[in-house]
C-alpha cells in the first residue's frame, strides 16, 4: 500500500475491505502501510516527493499515523509508533533514503531486493550486519506499471500455518 502518500486516511477502511476480499481458499493477502516520513504537504495539499519509506505490518485495522505530517527527522518517534503496535517495520529500498542508515536498528528488515536489483541497497544490508544489526531481508515490489508483475522478487517465510497471525509472528521471529 501507498496509503498515506496518495490517499487520504478515510480511504484506508476501502483498502482493507479490498485485501481481506481476496484472502481465501488457501491465499492470503497481508495487509501492509507504507509510510512516507518527511513528505510533508505544502499550503497546496503537494507532497513534497521524498523517498524515506517504512513498510508496517500488523494486526491493526485502522491507521494509526499519516506519514505526510511527520518531517524526516522524526522518523524514530513513527518508529516507536509503530512498535508500540507491535508492527513489523521495514526499510524500504534504502538507496533512495541513506540518511536513515544510522537507525537501521530500530527497524526489523531491510527491503533490498526489489525490481530495480543493484548492489547499493545489499551493501547497507552488510554495512548494518557488519555493524551487529539482526534483521531480515524482504524482496518487495512497488507495482506501479504491468511490466513489474513479471519481476520474480520472491519473499519465503515459514509459519506454522497459512493465517495471518502465524505468518507475522514467523516474519518477527525471522523465519
Known amino acids: ?33 507504507e509510510i512516507t516520513v518527511g513528505n510533508l504537504r505544502d499550503n497546496d495539499g503537494n507532497l513534497a516527493g521524498n523517498n524515506c519509506h517504512a513498510n508496517a505490518m500488523s494486526a491493526l485495522t485502522e491507521p494509526f499515523i499519516d506519514g505526510t505530517s511527520y518531517s524526516d527527522n522524526q522518523v524514530s518517534s513513527v518508529l516507536q509508533i509503530l512498535k508500540n503496535e507491535d508492527a513489523i517495520t521495514i526499510w524500504n529500498h534504502p538507496r533512495t533514503c541513506p540518511q536513515w542508515g544510522s537507525r537501521v536498528q530500530e527497524f526489523s528488515g531491510i527491503e533490498i531486493f526489489n525490481e530495480y536489483l543493484g548492489n547499493s541497497d545489499l551493501g547497507y544490508y552488510l554495512s548494518a550486519v557488519r555493524d551487529g544489526w539482526h534483521g531480515m531481508v524482504i524482496g518487495g515490489m512497488d507495482l506501479h506499471y504491468k511490466a513489474q508483475f513479471e519481476t520474480k522478487i520472491t519473499t519465503f517465510i515459514f509459519a506454522n500455518s497459512n493465517n495471518a497471525t502465524d505468518v507475522l509472528n514467523a516474519l518477527r521471529n525471522r523465519k
Open 1 to 33: 500500500d501507498h496509503g498515506d502518500s496518495f490517499k487520504s486516511v478515510a480511504d484506508f477502511p476501502y483498502y482493507i475491505n479490498q485485501v481481506r476480499s481476496v484472502t481465501g481458499n488457501g491465499f492470503l493477502a497481508l495487509y501492509g502501510r
